[in-house]
């Protein structure tokens, strides 16, 4: 009896580990399994982690660009600003120090002018030679609030080369650099745009066009890049509290059209921080089409053109929103219809000629 007792007792032992071996090979495979699902729906991660990335920002001294540095900062990164100004260059790096207990290397800053070829050229080159580029930010920007024949032929031109050059330029140092370094580790190119490049924006003459324009540049890029394992990514936010909004609302008169045709509520506006948060979100998920708040996601759905998103579960999101969308479209049409008739007043000739 105490023999067969023994034998069942060993025959126990070896089920219970046999039971177990088969239950933990079945939870790595099940667990490899939802991995493997979730990356099919929600797209692969990019990053897990900026730790030990070298993050470059143009148009960094303030504003967004600001705010995207500090993210990096947080979440381990070497951070390069770029811009103009180098008193507001020194300010920005000061703050940032100041702010957490960054190391002095982790932040570094340059002056160029992004619309100067040479000169962003130059800037970039150095950045590489100080670390290998991981990440390009273009940010840099400006606005001259006013309808087209009312603002100088100067200022289109500052606007077209700002936003438009002043992200090729970078880019086009940029580029050289990262495919230098090999395919095996991803980078990234990320625009700093605006649902301006979504939609139209009144009272924002050309700055609407080159946000359409980088856009269209981004898409030409992801497949031009794709091969060397170098991203995309196109930031759209809406209206954020920044030096550019102030500058937009200094018009009176036309800020008052501008924020019933662009329905702008004062009592809605996004931080540079939320943005910030936002960007590094989208592109360490690998996101191409980044928005930041529920009208920018609404606007990506009928925007995005006929390449879908990296993930599954956005693709299926967005074709149930599509029909819908395009419905509310008819409406928005005769809303805007309707305020432009009701603020704007264009006089006759008569009252033209007897002025």
């Known amino acids: 009896m105490e023999f067969v007792m023994k034998w069942d007792n060993m025959f126990a032992v070896v089920i219970a580990v046999s ?52 993210r990096a900062l947080e979440d ?79 200022e289109l031109e500052d606007t077209v080369k700002a936003n438009l ?13 990262m495919k230098s370094c090999g395919p095996r580790t991803p980078k990234s190119i990320v625009l700093v745009s605006s649902v301006a490049g979504l939609h139209q924006s009144y009272g924002a003459n050309v700055y609407s066009p080159t946000k359409y324009a980088q856009r269209g540049l981004a898409e030409n890029l992801r497949w031009e890049l794709l091969p060397c394992n170098i991203h995309m990514h196109v930031v ?30 004062p009592d809605h506006i996004a931080t540079a921080n939320h943005v910030a948060k936002c960007t590094w979100a989208g592109v360490r998920r690998g996101r191409f089409l980044i928005t930041t708040d529920w009208v920018g996601h609404l606007l990506a759905v009928v925007s995005r053109g006929p390449i879908p998103e990296d993930s599954i579960a956005t693709d299926i999101w967005e074709l149930l929103l599509i029909l819908p969308v395009r419905l509310l479209g008819f409406v928005l049409k005769g809303k805007l219809t309707q305020t432009i008739r009701r603020l704007v007043t264009i006089p006759s000739h008569t009252e033209i000629s007897n002025q």
């Not at 495979?29 to 990356?39: D, F, K, N, T, Y």
């Not at 150095?126 to 920007?141: F, T, Y």
């Not at 992200?167 to 140092?173: E, K, R």
């Open 76 to 154: 381990g990164a070497s951070v390069t600003l770029v811009a103009r100004n180098v008193e507001k260059l020194q300010k920005a790096k000061a703050s940032l120090l100041e702010e957490s207990s960054y190391l002095l290397d982790a932040v570094h800053v340059k002056s160029a002018d992004v619309s100067d070829a040479i000169a962003i050229t130059a800037a970039i080159r150095d950045s590489q030679e100080r670390k290998p580029i991981d990440i390009l930010v273009c940010n840099a920007g400006v606005i001259f609030p006013g309808l087209i024949d009312e603002v100088s032929a100067t």
């Open 236 to 265: 759209c936010p809406r209206f954020v509290d920044t030096p550019m909004l102030q500058a937009g609302e200094a018009n009176s008169e036309l800020a008052k059209i501008s924020r019933e045709m662009n329905f702008f509520n």
């Open 19 to 70: 039971l177990g071996y088969l239950t933990s090979r079945s939870l790595t495979h099940i667990i490899a399994c939802l991995e493997r699902l979730l990356s099919i729906l929600y797209g692969k991660t990019l990053y897990s982690t900026l730790q030990g990335k070298h993050v470059v920002v143009t148009g960094g001294s303030s504003g967004i660009g600001y705010a995207i540095a500090k």
């Open 165 to 177: 050059l002043g992200t090729v330029y970078p880019i086009h140092a940029a580029i050289p650099l």
